[in-house]
T-cell receptor
Framework: DAKTTQPNSMESNEEEPVHLPCNHSTISGTDYIHWYRQLPSQGPEYVIHGLTSNVNNRMASLAIAEDRKSSTLILHRATLRDAAVYYCILVSNSGYALNFGKGTSLLVTP | GAVVSQHPSWVICKSGTSVKIECRSLDFQATTMFWYRQFPKQSLMLMATSNEGSKATYEQGVEKDKFLINHASLTLSTLTVTSAHPEDSSFYIC????????????FGDGTRLSIL
């Protein structure tokens, strides 16, 4: 499976934008880029996913590099409730299981 | 949106007890469900893939006789930890796949299992 690399932790002030990077230099042409987040003592929550084009939904935006070797999850205005571990995961078109790495622990301060 | 219900949320029991955890997809049919395990301060590790009407596929190192999985309907998968011991204490999380392989997975809230 293609791997992803994320910073271990990031910190943001409340109500400021947050850009969470993810490198995936060995991504294959059919791999989708998925983002999930996990709040303390809860199961993961789907955030967003994309293939080539940038994507927006009510939770976040996903910016995908033109060569697809990296992507950035954008939280437009961080709130205290956004404090979580964010996972960037590559999902193949034929494989279903998610390979959770260590993710990025996001700390949001008031 | 898609909702997955996992029950129970917490289990505390004595060593040697068998524990059953249920995972239900409430508003969609899930032909594939997954079971993960998460130890403190670690990431989720896939235990097995559960397909409706067929035997589960276990990841390497996961004992199929220890962790029994039944996926009898399109909305219910169960994980039974047989003869649980303290080292089985962990956070168990299920997820359900709605649609094709590249579609999002929907997760339950997890079950905290503590074996005394």
């Amino acid at each position: 499976d293609a791997k992803t690399t994320q910073p271990n932790s990031m910190e943001s002030n409340e109500e400021e934008p947050v850009h969470l990077p993810c490198n995936h230099s060995t991504i294959s042409g059919t791999d989708y880029i998925h983002w999930y987040r996990q709040l303390p003592s809860q199961g993961p929550e789907y955030v967003i996913h994309g293939l080539t084009s940038n994507v927006n939904n009510r939770m976040a935006s996903l910016a995908i590099a033109e060569d697809r070797k990296s992507s950035t999850l954008i939280l437009h205005r961080a709130t205290l409730r956004d404090a979580a571990v964010y996972y960037c995961i590559l999902v193949s078109n034929s494989g279903y299981a998610l390979n959770f790495g260590k993710g990025t622990s996001l700390l949001v301060t008031p | 949106g898609a909702v997955v219900s996992q029950h129970p949320s917490w289990v505390i029991c004595k060593s040697g007890t068998s524990v059953k955890i249920e995972c239900r997809s409430l508003d969609f049919q899930a032909t594939t469900m997954f079971w993960y395990r998460q130890f403190p301060k670690q990431s989720l590790m896939l235990m097995a893939t559960s397909n409706e009407g067929s035997k589960a596929t276990y990841e390497q190192g996961v004992e199929k006789d220890k962790f029994l999985i039944n996926h009898a309907s399109l909305t219910l998968s169960t994980l039974t930890v047989t003869s649980a011991h303290p080292e089985d204490s962990s956070f168990y999380i299920c997820s359900a796949l709605r649609g094709g392989g590249n579609q999002p997975q929907h997760f339950g809230d997890g079950t905290r299992l503590s074996i005394l």
